[in-house]
Nanobody, 113 residues
Framework: QVQLVESGGGLVQPGGSLRLACATS????????MNWYRQTPGKERELVAA????????NYADSVKGRFTISRDNAKKMVYLQMNKLKPEDTAVYYC??????WGQGTQVTVSS
């Protein structure tokens, strides 16, 4: 059974940082690309960051380039999203995805003073 469980969300002030983590099980993790998406009410889920199976290739939404960093630890079957210089518009539910085939339950990130 495949499971993805996000953690690390919360309330942070503008300019602050958070690190999201996604613990996975049941996947052939070494061979699957991983993604972070986010969604706000009334909007479609958008891709925030993606990382190749070997961690060599990463891609980011223009809105987060230079502020967010995706990484993975294949030995631990974990994927991370380091979010720096957070803005109020980063407020959303953040989802971990295994190549868009499997999804976590999401973790709320709220950026507000």
């Amino acid at each position: 059974q495949v499971q993805l469980v996000e953690s690390g969300g919360g309330l942070v002030q503008p300019g602050g940082s958070l690190r999201l983590a996604c613990a996975t099980s049941g996947l052939t993790f070494d061979y699957i690309a991983m993604n972070w998406y986010r969604q706000t009410p009334g909007k479609e889920r958008e891709l925030v960051a993606a990382i190749s199976s070997d961690g060599v290739v990463t891609n980011y939404a223009d809105s987060v380039k230079g502020r967010f960093t995706i990484s993975r630890d294949n030995a631990k079957k974990m994927v991370y999203l380091q979010m720096n210089k957070l803005k109020p518009e980063d407020t959303a539910v953040y989802y971990c995805s295994a190549n868009r085939a499997y999804w976590g339950q999401g973790t709320q990130v709220t950026v507000s003073s």
